[in-house]
C-alpha cells in the first residue's frame, strides 16, 4: 500500500544535541511536508518542498533545517534542540497542481529532549 | 489570526448519542479536509469536500461543505466507543504561491460506553 513512513516513531535527545528525523513516501507525491504538534493543538507547518524549491514558513525558527535528498525521502534536523521543542512531528504529503489539495500525513515521531 | 474556528472543543458523549462538529470562517476554501487523530499517531484523512453544498457520507458520518465554501460540518450518528478521538478540519488555500492548509483547532471527542 502507498503511504507516508516516519522514523524513528519516537526520539529522545539531550538539550542542544542535533537530531534527524526522517520521512519517505512510496505515494510519488511531489510536496512534502513537516508540522510540529503540540499537545491537544492542531498541527503548526514548519516548512515544505514543492518538489526541490523550498519554502520556510516565516515564523519557523532557525533551529529548524530541512533537507529533501529526492522525491521519497525529506528530512527534519533540529540543530540545536530545547525543551519547547519537545512534541510530534508530522510529515505529509500531497501533489500540486491538481488534486483537492488533501495532504497526506504519517504516523509522527514523537520527541522528547531531557 | 485563528482563520477556521471549530467547535465545539471538548465533546463527551454517551454510545448512541449523535453530535455535529462546526468548522466554520469568513474565508473561502477551495476545498475542506476532515481528520480523525487518535493519540500518537497522525491525522487520517477521512474526507475531502470540493463543492459549495456538497455532502458526502461515511458510514455513520455526514459531512457537509457549506453553499459558500467558507465553512463545514461533520454529523455522526449513534456514536461508538472507536469514534473517539481528536476530530480535525483543515481548509486548502492557494496563498503564497503554494497550496497551504489551514487547521482549525480540534474537537476531542470522547465516546463512552
Known amino acids: 500500500d502507498a503511504m507516508v513512513i516516519q522514523n524513528p516513531r519516537y526520539q529522545v535527545t539531550q538539550f542542544g544535541k542535533p537530531v534527524t528525523l526522517s520521512c519517505s513516501q512510496t505515494?510519488?507525491?511531489?510536496?512534502m511536508y513537516w508540522y510540529q504538534q503540540k499537545s491537544s493543538q492542531a498541527p503548526k507547518l514548519l516548512f515544505h518542498?514543492?518538489?526541490?524549491?523550498?519554502?520556510n514558513e516565516a515564523d519557523t525558527p532557525d533551529n529548524f533545517q530541512s533537507r529533501r535528498p529526492n522525491t521519497s525521502f525529506c528530512f527534519l534536523d533540529i540543530r540545536s534542540p530545547g525543551l519547547g521543542d519537545a512534541a510530534m512531528y508530522l510529515c505529509?504529503?500531497?501533489?500540486?497542481?491538481?488534486?483537492?489539495?488533501?495532504?497526506?500525513f504519517g504516523p509522527g515521531t514523537r520527541l522528547t529532549v531531557t | 489570526t485563528q482563520l477556521l474556528e471549530q467547535s465545539p472543543q471538548f465533546l463527551s458523549i454517551q454510545e448512541g448519542e449523535n453530535l455535529t462538529v462546526y468548522c466554520n470562517s469568513s474565508?473561502?476554501?477551495?476545498?475542506l479536509q476532515w481528520y480523525r487523530q487518535e493519540p500518537g499517531e497522525g491525522p487520517v484523512l477521512l474526507v475531502t469536500?470540493?463543492?459549495?453544498?456538497e455532502v458526502k457520507k461515511l458510514k455513520r458520518l455526514t459531512f457537509q461543505f457549506g453553499d459558500a465554501r467558507k465553512d463545514s460540518s461533520l454529523h455522526i450518528t449513534a456514536a461508538q466507543p472507536g469514534d473517539t478521538g481528536l476530530y480535525l478540519c483543515?481548509?486548502?488555500?492557494?496563498?503564497?504561491?503554494?497550496?497551504?492548509?489551514?487547521f482549525g483547532a480540534g474537537t476531542r471527542l470522547a465516546v463512552h460506553p
Open positions: 518542498y514543492y518538489d526541490k524549491d523550498f519554502n
Open positions: 474565508s473561502v476554501f477551495s476545498s
Open positions: 469536500v470540493v463543492t459549495g453544498g
Open positions: 505529509a504529503t500531497s501533489t500540486f497542481p491538481g488534486g483537492a489539495y488533501e495532504q497526506y
Open positions: 483543515a481548509g486548502a488555500r492557494f496563498s503564497g504561491g503554494y497550496n497551504k492548509l489551514i
Open positions: 505515494l510519488n507525491h511531489n510536496v
